[in-house]
């Protein structure tokens, strides 16, 4: 059943640790609702309130839109294999672009990536977790590396480029504070 906590837990640090996979969860005051699959190496626990992810270029930059306008973030873990477990992390967070002041401290912590474009550093006010009996089992095989050749092949300039093309409005047409840093 579920359970609430004020902070990460060891077994809950354990836990997303041990995952390949989690979910972000961001809506504005108004328009669509965000929730986008995450992989590679690119969330990090600073804390028992605190948490740093890499977000890397894709098609679009729903969640960096709803942060600035909204603040709150959702982001979930679930088990596929082992024991059933659902952990969800909810919070504040702040984007943080290569030109802000805390980007050089904090993307040091990631491997580097030619895509990184932010990274979302997520103040934890609530930890939940439940059972998570009917998520199914699924077998963890390898990373994609498609998105990692994709950024390398374009170089960064290109990833630059790609960004003002496709990653300054969300698709409700919010700012996604991208255009200060391009």
């Given at each position: 059943?579920?359970?609430?906590?004020?902070?990460?837990?060891?077994?809950?640090?354990?836990?997303?640790?041990?995952?390949?996979?989690?979910?972000?969860?961001?809506?504005?005051?108004?328009?669509?609702?965000?929730?986008?699959?995450?992989?590679?190496?690119?969330?990090?626990?600073?804390?028992?309130?605190?948490?740093?992810?890499?977000?890397?270029?894709?098609?679009?930059?729903?969640?960096?839109?709803?942060?600035?306008?909204?603040?709150?973030?959702?982001?979930?873990?679930?088990?596929?294999?082992?024991?059933?477990?659902?952990?969800?992390?909810?919070?504040?967070?702040?984007?943080?672009?290569?030109?802000?002041?805390?980007?050089?401290?904090?993307?040091?912590?990631?491997?580097?990536?030619?895509?990184?474009?932010?990274?979302?550093?997520?103040?934890?006010?609530?930890?939940?977790?439940?059972?998570?009996?009917?998520?199914?089992?699924?077998?963890?095989?390898?990373?994609?590396?498609?998105?990692?050749?994709?950024?390398d092949g374009r170089g960064k300039d290109g990833v630059e480029a790609y960004w003002s093309e496709k990653n300054l409005q969300s698709l409700d047409g919010k700012d996604t504070g991208?255009?200060?840093?391009?």
């Open positions: 059943m579920s359970q609430k906590y004020a902070a990460l837990e060891l077994q809950h640090r354990e836990f997303i640790a041990s995952q390949h996979l989690y979910f972000v969860g961001s809506a504005a005051a108004d328009g669509l609702v965000n929730v986008s699959p995450k992989g590679m190496d690119s969330l990090r626990v600073l804390g028992p309130n605190r948490l740093v992810w890499l977000n890397l270029t894709g098609s679009g930059n729903e969640t960096a839109a709803h942060v600035l306008e909204l603040p709150r973030l959702t982001i979930m873990f679930c088990s596929f294999d082992k024991q059933p477990l659902i952990l969800r992390v909810y919070g504040k967070a702040e984007v943080v672009y290569p030109d802000h002041p805390k980007w050089p401290e904090l993307i040091q912590q990631f491997p580097q990536y030619t895509g990184a474009r932010q990274l979302f550093d997520l103040d934890i006010e609530l930890v939940q977790t439940s059972c998570g009996f009917a998520v199914p089992f699924y077998e963890f095989k390898a990373e994609r590396d498609t998105l990692t050749k994709w950024a991208m255009g200060e840093s391009v």
